[in-house]
Protein backbone atom coordinates (compact mmCIF):
# COMPACT_ATOMS: atom_id res chain seq x y z
CA UNK A 1 0.00 0.00 0.00
CA UNK A 2 1.51 3.42 -1.22
CA UNK A 3 1.83 5.89 1.96
CA UNK A 4 2.50 9.52 1.31
CA UNK A 5 5.73 11.15 3.43
CA UNK A 6 5.90 13.97 5.34
CA UNK A 7 9.43 15.01 6.11
CA UNK A 8 9.79 16.23 9.82
CA UNK A 9 11.06 15.69 13.44
CA UNK A 10 11.59 11.85 13.94
CA UNK A 11 9.65 10.96 16.76
CA UNK A 12 9.04 7.16 15.67
CA UNK A 13 7.05 5.78 12.67
CA UNK A 14 3.98 7.76 12.62
CA UNK A 15 1.39 6.57 10.43
CA UNK A 16 -1.92 8.34 9.57
CA UNK A 17 -4.91 6.12 8.01
CA UNK A 18 -7.24 8.90 6.62
CA UNK A 19 -9.99 9.42 4.52
CA UNK A 20 -9.78 12.56 1.76
CA UNK A 21 -13.68 13.30 2.38
CA UNK A 22 -13.34 13.71 6.17
CA UNK A 23 -13.24 16.85 8.42
CA UNK A 24 -11.67 15.80 11.35
CA UNK A 25 -9.48 13.55 9.07
CA UNK A 26 -8.11 17.01 7.41
CA UNK A 27 -8.00 18.54 11.03
CA UNK A 28 -5.55 15.91 12.29
CA UNK A 29 -3.08 16.08 8.98
CA UNK A 30 -3.29 19.56 9.27
CA UNK A 31 -2.14 19.07 13.20
CA UNK A 32 0.87 17.01 12.13
CA UNK A 33 1.85 19.00 9.43
CA UNK A 34 2.15 22.07 11.70
CA UNK A 35 3.63 19.95 14.46
CA UNK A 36 6.04 19.28 12.36
CA UNK A 37 6.74 15.45 12.80
CA UNK A 38 7.80 13.25 10.26
CA UNK A 39 5.05 11.08 9.16
CA UNK A 40 3.17 8.94 6.31
CA UNK A 41 -0.52 8.89 5.56
CA UNK A 42 -2.56 7.00 3.05
CA UNK A 43 -6.39 8.21 2.00
CA UNK A 44 -7.86 4.53 2.37
CA UNK A 45 -10.90 5.52 0.35
CA UNK A 46 -9.05 6.74 -2.73
CA UNK A 47 -7.02 3.12 -2.64
CA UNK A 48 -7.75 0.78 -5.34
CA UNK A 49 -10.35 -2.00 -4.10
CA UNK A 50 -7.98 -4.76 -3.09
CA UNK A 51 -5.58 -2.38 -1.48
CA UNK A 52 -8.77 -0.74 0.55
CA UNK A 53 -9.86 -4.09 1.96
CA UNK A 54 -6.03 -4.57 3.13
CA UNK A 55 -5.71 -1.03 4.45
CA UNK A 56 -8.93 -1.57 6.27
CA UNK A 57 -7.70 -4.87 7.86
CA UNK A 58 -4.80 -3.28 9.09
CA UNK A 59 -6.97 -0.21 10.46
CA UNK A 60 -9.45 -2.62 12.20
CA UNK A 61 -6.02 -4.54 14.26
CA UNK A 62 -5.28 -1.32 15.31
CA UNK A 63 -8.99 -0.21 16.04
CA UNK A 64 -11.95 -2.57 15.54
CA UNK A 65 -14.73 0.25 14.17
CA UNK A 66 -11.93 0.77 11.56
CA UNK A 67 -12.79 4.13 11.48
CA UNK A 68 -10.89 7.76 10.53
CA UNK A 69 -8.96 9.32 11.15
CA UNK A 70 -6.60 6.67 13.14
CA UNK A 71 -3.05 7.20 14.16
CA UNK A 72 -0.78 4.35 14.88
CA UNK A 73 2.75 5.72 16.63
CA UNK A 74 5.21 3.28 16.58
CA UNK A 75 3.24 0.25 15.24
CA UNK A 76 1.16 0.17 18.86
CA UNK A 77 -0.10 3.64 20.48
CA UNK A 78 -3.55 4.25 18.67
CA UNK A 79 -5.14 7.53 18.81
CA UNK A 80 -8.48 7.48 17.02
CA UNK A 81 -10.06 10.30 16.38
CA UNK A 82 -9.45 13.93 16.12
CA UNK A 83 -7.68 14.29 19.52
CA UNK A 84 -5.94 17.59 19.15
CA UNK A 85 -4.47 17.47 22.93
CA UNK A 86 -3.84 13.80 23.04
CA UNK A 87 -1.49 14.49 19.67
CA UNK A 88 0.25 17.13 20.59
CA UNK A 89 1.43 15.03 23.61
CA UNK A 90 2.56 11.74 22.07
CA UNK A 91 4.11 13.83 19.03
CA UNK A 92 4.85 17.37 20.13
CA UNK B 1 -10.70 5.44 -6.73
CA UNK B 2 -10.48 8.97 -8.08
CA UNK B 3 -12.53 11.50 -6.78
CA UNK B 4 -14.32 13.55 -8.79
CA UNK B 5 -14.00 17.63 -9.00
CA UNK B 6 -16.81 19.78 -7.50
CA UNK B 7 -16.82 23.47 -7.96
CA UNK B 8 -17.78 25.93 -5.27
CA UNK B 9 -20.61 26.68 -7.08
CA UNK B 10 -21.82 23.26 -6.45
CA UNK B 11 -21.26 23.30 -2.64
CA UNK B 12 -22.86 26.45 -2.24
CA UNK B 13 -26.39 25.03 -3.88
CA UNK B 14 -25.88 21.90 -1.72
CA UNK B 15 -24.57 24.08 1.24
CA UNK B 16 -27.76 25.81 1.02
CA UNK B 17 -30.37 23.12 0.72
CA UNK B 18 -28.92 21.10 3.43
CA UNK B 19 -29.04 24.17 5.22
CA UNK B 20 -32.69 25.20 4.55
CA UNK B 21 -34.18 21.45 5.11
CA UNK B 22 -31.69 20.84 8.41
CA UNK B 23 -33.19 24.53 10.22
CA UNK B 24 -37.40 22.99 8.67
CA UNK B 25 -36.75 20.04 10.99
CA UNK B 26 -35.02 22.00 13.71
CA UNK B 27 -31.77 21.00 13.01
CA UNK B 28 -28.32 22.98 12.64
CA UNK B 29 -25.47 22.65 10.27
CA UNK B 30 -22.26 22.70 12.18
CA UNK B 31 -21.90 26.76 12.15
CA UNK B 32 -18.14 26.37 11.56
CA UNK B 33 -18.85 27.58 7.67
CA UNK B 34 -15.29 26.70 6.20
CA UNK B 35 -15.45 23.09 8.33
CA UNK B 36 -18.74 22.05 6.99
CA UNK B 37 -18.52 23.07 3.14
CA UNK B 38 -15.83 20.68 3.36
CA UNK B 39 -18.25 18.08 4.72
CA UNK B 40 -20.63 19.02 1.77
CA UNK B 41 -17.71 18.75 -0.90
CA UNK B 42 -16.80 14.96 0.59
CA UNK B 43 -20.85 14.23 0.37
CA UNK B 44 -21.07 15.53 -3.22
CA UNK B 45 -18.09 13.16 -4.27
CA UNK B 46 -19.47 10.06 -2.25
CA UNK B 47 -22.69 10.95 -3.97
CA UNK B 48 -20.67 10.83 -7.06
CA UNK B 49 -19.06 8.11 -6.32
CA UNK B 50 -21.45 5.62 -4.81
CA UNK B 51 -25.32 7.26 -6.13
CA UNK B 52 -25.98 8.32 -2.42
CA UNK B 53 -24.85 10.98 0.15
CA UNK B 54 -22.78 8.46 2.20
CA UNK B 55 -21.08 9.86 5.88
CA UNK B 56 -17.70 12.08 4.53
CA UNK B 57 -16.06 10.88 7.69
CA UNK B 58 -17.18 7.16 7.30
CA UNK B 59 -15.70 4.43 4.59
CA UNK B 60 -18.49 3.08 2.24
CA UNK B 61 -18.59 0.19 0.22
CA UNK B 62 -20.33 1.06 -2.40
CA UNK B 63 -23.21 -1.43 -1.96
CA UNK B 64 -25.82 0.74 -1.08
CA UNK B 65 -27.73 -2.03 1.01
CA UNK B 66 -24.68 -2.34 3.26
CA UNK B 67 -24.17 1.87 3.47
CA UNK B 68 -27.81 2.23 4.22
CA UNK B 69 -27.11 3.09 7.90
CA UNK B 70 -24.10 6.09 7.14
CA UNK B 71 -26.38 7.43 4.68
CA UNK B 72 -26.26 11.16 5.46
CA UNK B 73 -28.70 12.13 7.93
CA UNK B 74 -26.85 8.68 9.53
CA UNK B 75 -28.92 6.43 11.70
CA UNK B 76 -26.66 7.50 14.38
CA UNK B 77 -27.22 11.20 13.71
CA UNK B 78 -30.11 11.68 16.23
CA UNK B 79 -28.17 10.06 19.32
CA UNK B 80 -24.87 11.14 18.87
CA UNK B 81 -26.55 14.82 19.28
CA UNK B 82 -28.21 14.10 22.00
CA UNK B 83 -25.12 12.27 23.95
CA UNK B 84 -22.07 14.72 22.40
CA UNK B 85 -24.20 17.72 20.84
CA UNK B 86 -22.61 16.61 17.33
CA UNK B 87 -23.04 14.42 14.76
CA UNK B 88 -19.97 11.96 13.98
CA UNK B 89 -18.64 13.88 10.97
CA UNK B 90 -19.57 17.29 12.77
CA UNK B 91 -22.16 18.27 10.25
CA UNK B 92 -25.21 18.63 12.53
CA UNK B 93 -24.99 20.06 15.76
CA UNK B 94 -27.36 20.43 18.66
CA UNK B 95 -29.56 23.96 19.56
CA UNK B 96 -27.76 24.14 22.46
CA UNK B 97 -23.88 23.86 20.89
CA UNK B 98 -24.96 26.45 18.55
CA UNK B 99 -26.38 28.67 21.15
CA UNK B 100 -23.71 28.54 23.74
CA UNK B 101 -20.80 27.74 20.56
CA UNK B 102 -19.21 25.05 22.92
CA UNK B 103 -16.82 23.48 20.53
CA UNK B 104 -17.47 20.49 18.75
CA UNK B 105 -15.23 17.46 19.60
CA UNK B 106 -14.07 14.44 17.27
CA UNK B 107 -16.50 11.89 18.80
CA UNK B 108 -16.22 8.12 19.49
CA UNK B 109 -17.96 6.22 16.56
CA UNK B 110 -21.26 4.53 17.46
CA UNK B 111 -21.56 2.51 14.04
CA UNK B 112 -21.47 -0.83 15.06
CA UNK B 113 -18.18 -2.94 13.59
CA UNK B 114 -18.09 -4.94 10.10
CA UNK B 115 -18.15 -8.00 12.37
CA UNK B 116 -20.92 -6.64 13.97
CA UNK B 117 -22.76 -5.44 10.98
CA UNK B 118 -22.67 -8.63 9.36
CA UNK B 119 -23.83 -10.91 12.43
CA UNK B 120 -26.93 -8.20 12.81
CA UNK B 121 -27.06 -9.34 9.01
CA UNK B 122 -27.67 -12.31 9.88
CA UNK B 123 -30.29 -12.36 11.86
CA UNK B 124 -32.79 -9.08 11.44
CA UNK B 125 -35.72 -7.91 12.92
CA UNK B 126 -38.54 -9.49 10.98
CA UNK B 127 -41.42 -8.06 12.77
CA UNK B 128 -44.59 -9.72 13.55
CA UNK B 129 -44.13 -10.20 17.41
CA UNK B 130 -47.22 -8.62 18.03
CA UNK B 131 -50.69 -8.84 16.28
CA UNK B 132 -51.40 -5.88 14.37
CA UNK B 133 -54.06 -4.75 11.87
CA UNK B 134 -50.91 -3.23 9.59
CA UNK B 135 -47.30 -4.11 10.05
CA UNK B 136 -45.56 -1.02 11.74
CA UNK B 137 -42.68 0.48 10.04
CA UNK B 138 -39.72 3.06 11.35
CA UNK B 139 -37.84 5.31 9.65
CA UNK B 140 -34.19 4.44 10.80
CA UNK B 141 -33.01 8.45 10.25
CA UNK B 142 -35.94 10.07 12.38
CA UNK B 143 -38.31 7.33 14.23
CA UNK B 144 -41.40 8.46 12.25
CA UNK B 145 -43.75 5.22 12.73
CA UNK B 146 -46.49 4.34 10.09
CA UNK B 147 -48.77 1.60 9.95
CA UNK B 148 -49.10 0.38 6.54
CA UNK B 149 -49.08 -2.50 4.10
CA UNK B 150 -45.26 -0.89 3.27
CA UNK B 151 -43.60 1.63 4.13
CA UNK B 152 -44.18 5.47 2.31
CA UNK B 153 -41.50 5.77 -0.80
CA UNK B 154 -39.94 9.02 0.97
CA UNK B 155 -40.39 9.88 4.81
CA UNK B 156 -42.84 12.46 5.38
CA UNK B 157 -40.73 13.23 8.15
CA UNK B 158 -36.93 13.83 7.53
CA UNK B 159 -37.42 12.61 3.60
CA UNK B 160 -35.25 9.48 4.24
CA UNK B 161 -35.91 6.91 1.28
CA UNK B 162 -38.07 3.53 1.75
CA UNK B 163 -34.93 1.37 2.07
CA UNK B 164 -34.28 3.64 5.33
CA UNK B 165 -37.51 2.05 7.21
CA UNK B 166 -37.08 -0.69 8.98
CA UNK B 167 -39.93 -3.56 10.68
CA UNK B 168 -41.37 -2.33 14.12
CA UNK B 169 -44.42 -4.62 14.32
Redesign the interface.
Known sequence: MKMEHVLGTRKGTVVLYA?????????TKALLKEIGVDHSYVY?????QEE?EEA?QEV?RFN?????PTLVIDHKKVI????EQEIREALG | MTVPEITDAEIDARYRILDRDAEEGGYHLNPDVAFTRNLVRGLLVNERRYGYMACPCRIATGKREEDLDIICPCDYRDPDLNEYGACYCALYVSGDVLAQKAPVRSIPERRPTRAERKAARRKQATGGLVQTAYPVWRCRVCGYLCAMNNPPLVCPICKAKQDRFERFL
Not at chain 1, 44 to 48: E, G, I, N, S
Not at chain 1, 80 to 83: A, H, M, N, V
Open positions: LSTCGWCAKVDLLPLLEPHGSFIGFR
